[in-house]
C-alpha cells in the first residue's frame, strides 16, 4: 500500500518559514525517490525538489538556496523546509513518489505567503 500524508501548510508573510512534512509508508520510503511538486492556481503543477534513497538531491531554480529538502529514516519522513518565502511560493504542495511508471501523489497541503 502507498501512503504519502503532508502536513505543515499554512498562512505565513513574505520573508518566513515553514517546515512542510511529508510522512510515507515504510516500504514506499525505503525504495524510492521522494519529490515535492506545488500547484497554484490556474497553474500547472510544478517540480520543487526531490531527495532518492541515497540522500541525491535535485531543486527547482527558482527555490535553490532558500528550500530545503531532507529525510528522516527513522520516521519514513521527507521534510521540506521553506525559508525567505515570497508571494509566488504560494501553492498546494504535494509529495509524490513513482513507482513502476505510475505516479503516487498525496493530498496535498496548502501554503499561502501573504501580508
Known amino acids: 500500500q502507498v501512503q504519502l500524508v503532508e502536513s505543515g501548510g499554512g498562512l505565513v508573510q513574505p520573508g518566513g518559514s515553514l517546515k512542510l512534512s511529508c510522512a510515507v509508508s515504510?516500504?514506499?520510503?525505503?525504495?524510492?525517490?521522494i519529490t515535492w511538486h506545488r500547484q497554484a492556481p490556474g497553474q500547472e503543477r510544478d517540480f520543487v525538489a526531490s531527495i532518492n534513497v541515497g540522500g541525491w538531491i535535485r531543486y527547482a531554480d527558482p527555490v535553490k538556496g532558500r528550500f530545503t529538502i531532507s529525510r528522516d529514516n527513522a520516521k519514513n519522513t521527507v521534510y521540506l523546509q521553506m525559508n525567505s518565502l515570497k508571494s509566488e511560493d504560494t501553492a498546494v504542495y504535494y509529495c509524490?513518489?513513482?513507482?513502476?511508471?505510475?505516479?503516487?501523489w498525496g493530498q496535498g497541503t496548502q501554503v499561502t505567503v501573504s501580508s
Open positions: 515504510e516500504n514506499i520510503f525505503n525504495s524510492n525517490t
Open positions: 509524490s513518489t513513482n513507482i513502476l511508471s505510475r505516479h503516487y
